[in-house]
């Protein structure tokens, strides 16, 4: 089983979402490849914008720094449940293109065997735990090289990458598709190219879409007569008379 999943590594029900899928895949005995696909929350976005965080959701969604503490209280609250740790107070603003990129770059190897399978997904699961558990600034090149390489990255490749545009396409193209499936916020899945789940849904929810994905994949159960014979069918060379 394949999954799609497009974030942010600033979104928290993104990571929510992830520890709900994985919930959802451990209780269906489920093995699956995860792919993550960038989406960016706020291009626009800056590492040295000085405001805590809650300041600055208020004033994006227009409804005022208590607002953002609201808000910041009930993703925390939520993340708790699953056994994740925010701390948002001390979260550093960032413009996560660059984490993306060296992302894109994880899957990259991965895929030509250059790096565990899984590398991108442990990754991903650094980046996240970085910014809302360790406060650390996930637009800063120095911090995404040393987690990339604590992750099993080569050094040079990630510098390399992270000293041009490499994969700044691939970004893009990723935000593109989500747009085109109609995502136009994150967490968004894709289970097996058939099913979409749109947010950090309940895990019986994820557990539902796996089922039927699986439920599709299963082979078809031949049902046929003892007297049954060739004859009664069409092949490629036609049909007996």
Known sequence: MRIDIW?????????????????????????????????????????????????????KYGRGPEWGLQANAHVTETAAELGLEFHLADAKAANTADAHRVLHLALELAEAGEVQADTQNRLKERYLKAYFTDALPVGDHATLTRLAIETGLPEDRVTEVLAGTAYADDVAADQAQALSYGANGVPFFVIDQKYGVSGAQPVEVFQEAIRRA???????????????????????DGCAI
């Not at 895949?25 to 989406?39: C, D, K, N, R, Y």
């Not at 994949?217 to 092949?235: E, W, Y």
């Open 214 to 236: 699986n439920a599709e994949r299963q082979p078809v159960t031949l049902i046929t007569s003892p007297a049954a014979t060739d004859d009664a069918a069409c092949g490629p």
């Open 7 to 59: 974030s942010d590594v600033v979104c928290p029900w993104c990571y929510i979402g992830k520890r709900r899928l994985e919930e959802a895949l451990a209780a269906t005995g489920e093995q699956a490849e995860i792919v993550w696909h960038s989406f960016q929350l706020d291009p626009s976005s800056t590492n040295d914008d000085p405001r805590p965080l809650h300041v600055r959701l208020g004033e």
